[in-house]
């Protein structure tokens, strides 16, 4: 079984600031590992996933991603984020074997940048 | 746009009563994944198919069934349905197999309203 903890439900930050939003998870098998971002309305879209490799992963507008098997963190960042960034945000897991990949998604990070 | 479409839209109706909600995945992909999005529950797995065949079952109640059509398109169906049934519901679809990862690119959701 897997679970995932966002650590924090509301984040509030000024336009142009940088910001990290946490995720750490909980597995007895590898995973991979997913940033989802949904704006007002709308569906999930993919921001950036780790699947192997390079700890340090990039994604779309801006956001990265850095994995720490270790400490079993998957923490998002973005060194100076924009009104547009407002948004909540999901990290999930899925098994990276099997046949049943289904996620399992934390419950959510909003994030709110102030002008 | 991620190339996952989701009908209807918007759907409102009574308890007791049944809905399909229709999903058609990505050209190429053979899996279909439903989710299920509360303000209580988060987002949470319901079912998985793969080129027709359940794959995977999360918390899908015995009132909802789902089935994967020889085009591959998908459709939910919610029967009986109670005030807590009211969601949005995500459909979304990968490319499965070998050599896949299945990165999972979710339609714009149906939202369910019971009343």
């Known amino acids: 079984a897997q679970s995932v903890t966002q650590l924090d439900s509301q984040v509030p930050v000024f336009e142009e600031a940088p910001v990290e939003l946490r995720c750490n998870y909980s597995?007895?098998?590898?995973?991979?590992l997913f940033w989802y971002v949904q704006y007002p309305n709308q569906g999930l879209q993919l921001l950036l996933k780790?699947?192997?490799?390079?700890?340090l992963v990039k994604g779309i507008n801006g956001f990265e991603a850095e994995f720490n098997k270790s400490q079993t963190s998957f923490h998002l960042r973005k060194p100076s984020v924009h009104i547009s960034d407002t948004a909540e945000y999901f990290c999930?897991?899925?098994?990276?074997?099997?046949?049943?990949?289904?996620?399992?998604f934390g419950s959510g990070t909003q994030l709110t940048v102030l002008p | 746009d991620s190339g996952v479409t989701q009908t209807p839209k918007h759907l409102i109706t009574a308890t007791g009563q049944r809905v399909t909600l229709r999903c058609s995945p990505r050209?190429?992909?053979?899996?279909v994944y439903w989710y299920q999005q509360s303000l209580d529950q988060g987002l949470q797995f319901l079912i998985q198919?793969?080129?027709?065949?359940?794959?995977a079952k999360g918390n899908i109640l015995e009132r909802f069934s789902a089935q994967q059509f020889p085009d591959l398109h998908s459709e939910l169906n919610l029967s009986s349905l109670e005030l807590g049934d009211s969601a949005l519901y995500f459909c979304?679809?990968?490319?499965?197999?070998?050599?896949?990862?299945?990165?999972?690119?979710f339609g714009p959701g149906t939202r369910l309203t019971v009343l």
């Open positions: 979304a679809s990968s490319a499965s197999g070998a050599g896949y990862t299945d990165t999972q690119y």
């Open positions: 597995s007895s098998v590898s995973v991979y």
């Open positions: 780790y699947l192997s490799g390079s700890t």
């Open positions: 999930a897991v899925s098994s990276s074997s099997g046949s049943a990949r289904q996620l399992t």
């Open positions: 050209s190429g992909d053979l899996s």
């Open positions: 198919y793969y080129n027709g065949e359940e794959r």
